[in-house]
């Protein structure tokens, strides 16, 4: 934004006039990538990780609930 702003003040268009607020918006998106990128692994190892629980729990609700119906058919 500020490069247009300049841009209009000066009605040039030097490298010298655009480059500050080039300079400044690059600066602000290597920021941004060095916050996003470890929280987008953060989240896929933390998903991954609640994906696998939830199928050992199934595996384990399955489980248990065959040993039940099988007890209880026993009893009968």
Do not use: K
């Not at 998106?29 to 050992?56: H, K, M």
Request: charged share 15%; net charge negative.
């Amino acid at each position: 934004m500020h490069s247009f702003a300049s841009i209009a003040a000066m009605h040039n268009t030097n490298l010298s006039v655009v480059a500050p607020g080039i300079s400044e918006a690059l600066f602000a998106t290597a920021i941004g990538l060095l916050t996003a990128v470890p929280a987008y692994v953060a989240y896929n190892v933390i998903s991954n990780s609640l994906d696998l629980f939830q199928d050992r729990l199934e595996g384990f609700g399955t489980e248990f609930a065959a040993i039940l119906s099988r007890q209880s058919e026993e009893r009968a």
